[in-house]
C-alpha cells in the first residue's frame, strides 16, 4: 500500500510540474504576442504622415519603441527595422540604435534608410562591425566626409566596395590614403583609375607600381598634350629668359610646359656628341651612374627622374624615355643591352617585357610622351627638400597642404619598396 501511495504521488507531481510548465509557456508566448503586436503598432504610429500626426506624438511612440526593443527578440526588431527604413519622418534614435544592431537587423536600415544624416553615418561606422561598413559602402549616396570616416580603417572589402560605387564621393583625404595603401594591392589600382576624382598626380604616381594592364590605362588616360597650356604661357618662356630665369617656381613650372624636350645646354656641355651617342656608349660599356646623369640631363630630366625610369622593372618607363624626346624605335633595345636585360625569349622570339615596352613606345605620341616625361620629371624632383629627403627616409608621405602634390608623389615613389 505504502508503495502505491508513493507511485501515485509522484505521477500526480509529474503531472502538476507538466500542467505548470505548460500554463508558462503559453503565457510566455502571450506575452511575446503582444510584444510583437504592440511594437507592429507603435511602429505603425510612426509611420502616419505628417499631416495626420504632430511631431511631438511621433517622437513620443518613438521612445515608448526604443524601450520596447532593448529586451525584443530579433525577428522583432528586424520587423521594425524592415517597417521604418523607407520613412522619411522616422525618428533617427531608433533609426540609430537599429543601425548599430546585428547585421541582420541593422542591414536595412544601412543601406536604405534616408533618413540617416552624415553625423549618423560617421558615428555609427566608428562603432560597428566591418560587415556593417560594407553594408553602408553600398549605399546610393555616400558623400565625401561618410567616406572619409570608412576608409579610415582600410578594409579591403569596403575599400573596394566604395570605390566601385559610383555614388559615393571620395575627398583627396581619402584617394591619397587609398593610394598610398595600393602599392601593395594593385586591386585598388584598377579600381581608383576608373574614378573620376583621380587626379593626373594620382595616375601617373600609381605608375610606378601598376602592372601592365594598368599601366596601360594609365597612360591611355593621363598621356594628354599640353597645347593649352603652351598656348597660353607662350609669352611668359622670353620675360623668364630675359630675367635669367632667377625665380625657381617659375622656371620649374615653365620647364613642365615647354614644348622642346632635349637640353640643349647639357648637351652643348656634354663629352658626347649627343644624346644617341651617350646611350650607344652605354650599350657598349654598361650603364654606368656618370652615364645614367648625362642621358638625363641631355632628355631634359633630372639624374633621380633619370635613374628611376631606368631601374624601372616594367620597362615601359624607358618607352616614354625614348619617345619623348625623339629617340628612334631602335634604341630601346640599346637600351636593353645596357642594361643587360634579356632581348629574346628561348625560342628566340622577341622577349615579352621588351615586346610590351615596344608596343607602348608605339602606341603613344611624342607629345603624349613629353607630357609623362615632364610630370614625372617635374613631381619626382621638384619639392625634393631637405624636410621632404628626411620624410622619405623615415617612409613618412608629407602633407599635401604643407608640401604639395609633388612631395607626395615623390615620397610615395621613392620609398616603394617595389
Known amino acids: ?86 520613412l522619411n519622418e522616422a525618428p533617427r534614435t531608433i533609426l540609430v540604435i537599429l543601425a548599430k544592431d546585428e547585421i541582420r537587423v541593422a542591414k536595412h536600415i544601412l543601406e536604405e534608410s534616408r533618413s540617416l544624416t552624415d553625423s ?49 564621393n571620395f575627398s583627396e583625404t581619402a584617394l591619397q590614403r587609398i593610394l598610398t595603401v595600393s602599392r601593395s594591392h594593385q586591386t585598388y589600382v584598377e579600381l581608383l583609375i576608373k574614378r573620376d576624382e583621380l587626379r593626373p598626380s594620382h595616375g601617373l604616381t600609381m605608375f610606378w607600381w601598376a602592372d601592365a594592364a594598368n599601366r596601360k590605362k594609365i597612360l591611355h588616360r593621363f598621356g594628354v598634350t599640353r597645347h593649352v597650356l603652351q598656348e597660353t604661357c607662350q609669352d611668359l618662356f622670353p620675360k623668364a629668359a630675359a630675367d635669367g630665369w632667377t625665380d625657381a617656381g617659375v622656371r620649374k613650372a615653365l620647364q613642365f610646359i615647354e614644348r622642346r624636350q632635349r637640353n640643349r645646354a647639357a648637351i652643348t656641355r656634354s663629352d658626347f656628341d649627343g ?41 615601359e618607363a624607358i618607352a616614354i624615355l625614348c619617345k619623348a624626346p625623339g629617340l628612334k624605335r631602335d634604341y630601346i633595345n640599346k637600351f636593353w643591352r645596357a642594361l643587360k636585360r634579356p632581348l629574346h625569349d628561348l625560342d628566340g622570339s622577341m622577349h615579352p617585357d621588351l615586346k610590351r615596352v615596344m608596343e607602348t613606345y608605339d602606341t603613344i605620341s611624342t607629345d603624349k610622351a613629353q607630357t609623362v616625361l615632364r610630370y614625372w620629371n617635374w613631381s619626382l624632383t621638384a619639392s625634393l627638400n ?17 608640401f604639395g602634390a609633388a612631395a607626395i608623389t615623390a615620397a610615395l615613389v621613392f620609398s616603394h619598396k617595389g
Open 1 to 86: 500500500m505504502a508503495g502505491l501511495a508513493i507511485s501515485q504521488m509522484n505521477e500526480d507531481g509529474s503531472s502538476t510540474v507538466a500542467m505548470a510548465l505548460k500554463d508558462v509557456a503559453t503565457e510566455v508566448e502571450d506575452d511575446a504576442a503582444v510584444r510583437r503586436q504592440l511594437a507592429k503598432r507603435l511602429a505603425d504610429v510612426i509611420c502616419i504622415p505628417a499631416s495626420q500626426l504632430t511631431p511631438q506624438e511621433r517622437h513620443m511612440a518613438g521612445d515608448v519603441l526604443v524601450e520596447l526593443l532593448r529586451s525584443a527578440d530579433v525577428d522583432i526588431r528586424e520587423s521594425v527595422a524592415k517597417r521604418l527604413v523607407m
Open 120 to 168: 549618423d553615418l560617421i558615428q555609427i561606422a566608428h562603432k560597428v562591425s566591418s560587415a556593417h561598413r560594407a553594408v553602408i559602402a553600398k549605399r546610393r549616396k555616400i558623400t565625401d566626409s561618410v567616406v572619409d570616416a570608412m576608409v579610415e580603417f582600410l578594409e579591403e572589402d569596403v575599400v573596394e566596395t566604395l570605390l566601385k560605387n559610383k555614388g559615393a
Open 275 to 315: 644624346l644617341e651617342h651617350a646611350i650607344e656608349t652605354a650599350e657598349v660599356q654598361g650603364l654606368t651612374r656618370k652615364l645614367t646623369e648625362e642621358i638625363s640631363y641631355m632628355s631634359g630630366v633630372k639624374p633621380a627622374t633619370g635613374a628611376q625610369i631606368l631601374t624601372d622593372k616594367g620597362g
Open 386 to 402: 631637405a624636410d621632404v629627403l628626411r620624410y622619405i627616409k623615415n617612409g613618412v608621405i608629407p602633407r599635401e597642404e604643407e
